[in-house]
């Protein structure tokens, strides 16, 4: 299994952290207030609580930060993230989500990327579920999109360990469009399901 370290501690998480230690896989738990921190690690149990801005322990580091903080965020890491597989979980969509704020042609991953030490690679991934549905146990598909055969691999290891699918749709580039499947889940929720209780999933013959 992975070692991974979750920077946040929202709802996405707690989720991820809690699916990830039933995995098998160890947890850090890294937060701006390090004593809700250690509470969140503590009521995961078996997950430990990191230290904001010193290098994290795991192999896969989670972005499970808001979108608009994400770059500065890594980017106070800086070197401690060498070598690190950065998987991108934010959504980029407005207010109202009916939208995205960054411009066209890029994408948050590809923006966030731009900030990591050349050595890390960055693979979007999760901002296609919602948080209470990931925590239900249920099996799911997670897109992923990436420039780096080796990091979409580690990153599919370990969402195969949550009991989920991994689904590749290519490089960095797409993950544009995997953010705007926000807007897309949040419209669908809203009207046509009538719950936030769903989950987009793809149907493969055999």
Same mark, same amino acid.
């Given at each position: 299994? *992975?070692?991974?370290?979750?920077?946040?501690? !929202?709802?996405?998480?707690? %989720?991820?952290?809690?699916?990830?230690? %039933? !995995?098998?896989?160890?947890?850090?738990? &890294?937060?701006?207030?390090?004593?809700?921190?250690?509470?969140?690690?503590?009521?995961?149990?078996?997950?430990?609580?990191?230290?904001?801005?010193?290098?994290?322990?795991?192999?896969?580091?989670?972005?499970?930060?808001?979108? +608009?903080?994400?770059?500065?965020?890594? *980017?106070?890491?800086?070197?401690?993230?060498?070598?690190?597989?950065? &998987?991108?979980?934010?959504?980029?969509?407005?207010?109202?989500?009916?939208?995205?704020?960054?411009?066209?042609?890029?994408?948050?991953?590809?923006? &966030?990327?731009?900030?990591?030490?050349?050595?890390?690679? #960055? #693979?979007? +991934? $999760?901002?296609?579920? $919602?948080?209470?549905?990931?925590?239900?146990?249920?099996?799911?598909?997670?897109?992923?999109?990436?420039?780096?055969?080796?990091?979409?691999?580690?990153?599919?290891?370990?969402?195969?360990?949550?009991?989920?699918?991994?689904?590749?749709?290519?490089?960095?580039?797409?993950?544009?469009?995997?953010?705007?499947?926000?807007?897309?889940?949040?419209?669908?929720?809203?009207?046509? +399901?009538?719950?936030?209780?769903?989950?987009?999933?793809?149907?493969?013959?055999?």
């Amino acid at each position: 299994m *992975s070692g991974i370290s979750i920077i946040g501690l !929202g709802n996405m998480a707690g %989720a991820l952290a809690g699916r990830a230690l %039933a !995995g098998g896989n160890a947890v850090e738990i &890294i937060g701006r207030d390090p004593a809700k921190a250690k509470e969140l690690a503590a009521a995961l149990g078996g997950a430990t609580a990191g230290t904001t801005g010193t290098a994290p322990a795991g192999d896969i580091v989670i972005l499970a930060v808001p979108y +608009a903080s994400a770059a500065a965020v890594v *980017s106070e890491y800086g070197d401690a993230l060498a070598g690190k597989v950065i &998987i991108d979980i934010t959504n980029t969509f407005n207010t109202d989500a009916t939208g995205l704020v960054i411009p066209e042609g890029t994408s948050g991953a590809q923006e &966030i990327a731009k900030a990591v030490p050349a050595s890390a690679h #960055v #693979v979007k +991934a $999760f901002n296609t579920v $919602f948080g209470h549905v990931l925590a239900q146990g249920r099996p799911l598909d997670v897109f992923i999109a990436g420039d780096d055969a080796e990091a979409k691999a580690t990153a599919s290891a370990f969402i195969k360990s949550l009991g989920l699918r991994p689904l590749d749709v290519g490089g960095l580039e797409m993950a544009r469009w995997l953010e705007g499947v926000g807007p897309l889940l949040m419209g669908l929720a809203r009207n046509g +399901a009538g719950t936030f209780d769903i989950a987009l999933g793809v149907d493969l013959p055999g």
